[in-house]
């Protein structure tokens, strides 16, 4: 079993930044694959981006690209997603997931991930 806590979200004028931490329970954080969602009003749940169980790959959805970076601290249990350039479309709530083979495989579905964050919002206004 993984808990995992997201913070950092908040309000933030277009062309900012964020950096989004999500904080994971148990001492087998090193062995998942760790993964960014997000969810804007009256829309499905999107893949932001992920990175793999040591730090070594990483993906991202194109609309972030260049803009975001994921990264993670084993030491701390702890992943991040540093948001640069931040649009009004990229105002949503922010989940973090954690999963292990089929996030390996499948980092952007949703459905590779096992356990899932309560969400942080954010809110980029123009």
């Known amino acids: 079993q993984v808990q995992l806590v997201e913070s950092g979200g908040g309000l933030v004028q277009a062309g900012g930044s964020l950096r989004l931490s999500c904080a994971a329970s148990g001492r087998t954080f090193s062995s998942y694959h760790m993964g960014w969602f997000r969810q804007a009003p009256g829309k499905e749940r999107m893949f932001v981006a992920a990175i793999s169980w040591n730090g070594g790959n990483t993906y991202y959805a194109d609309s972030v690209q260049g803009r975001f970076t994921i990264s993670r601290d084993n030491a701390k249990n702890t992943v991040y997603l540093q948001m640069n350039s931040l649009k009004p479309e990229d105002t949503a709530v922010y989940y973090c997931?954690?999963?292990?083979?089929?996030?390996?495989?499948?980092?952007?579905?949703?459905?590779?991930?096992?356990?899932w964050g309560q969400g942080t919002q954010v809110t980029v206004s123009s």
């Open positions: 997931a954690a999963g292990t083979y089929w996030a390996s495989m499948f980092p952007r579905k949703e459905t590779s991930y096992d356990y």
